[in-house]
């Protein structure tokens, strides 16, 4: 009886010891996580710094941008689009006026010839 109690007790120191260690890891594992989540944060702050700037100076050139864009420089160029437009319709109604008046003209010229018969 005496043997097995010993052994018992060996077992029983045996698992101290285990408990120990997994204690002493899991301690470790807790740590280690605490840094590596102290490092995640330094590093995503750095980050969202990083996109803060990056978004401010994006927003001041688009507001710049906008700025140097003169309602001048605008409508200089809708006019010019719509004198272009103009000016095609114009050479349209130029053409109808030709082809008119070479019809007319044949008109009256073959008018002309009967009346001579």
């Given at each position: ?7 018992l007790?060996?077992k ?7 408990r120990k260690?997994i204690?002493?890891?899991?301690n ?18 750095a ?39 103009v000016?095609?319709n114009?050479?349209?109604?130029n ?21 001579i018969?």
């Amino acid at each position: 009886m005496h043997d097995k109690m010993q052994y018992l007790e060996e077992k029983v120191e045996d698992m101290e010891k285990i408990r120990k260690d997994i204690n002493e890891i899991t301690n470790t594992c807790a740590t280690e996580l605490n840094k590596l989540r102290t490092d995640m944060d330094n590093h995503l702050c750095a980050l969202s710094n990083k996109v803060d700037d990056v978004t401010k100076k994006l927003s001041e050139q688009v507001k710049t941008d906008i700025q140097s864009t003169e309602w001048s420089d605008i409508i200089k160029k809708q006019v010019y689009e719509s004198l272009v437009t103009v000016a095609d319709n114009l050479q349209e109604v130029n053409q109808s006026l030709r082809e008119t008046t070479e019809k007319t003209e044949e008109r009256r010229d073959k008018e002309s010839r009967r009346n001579i018969t």
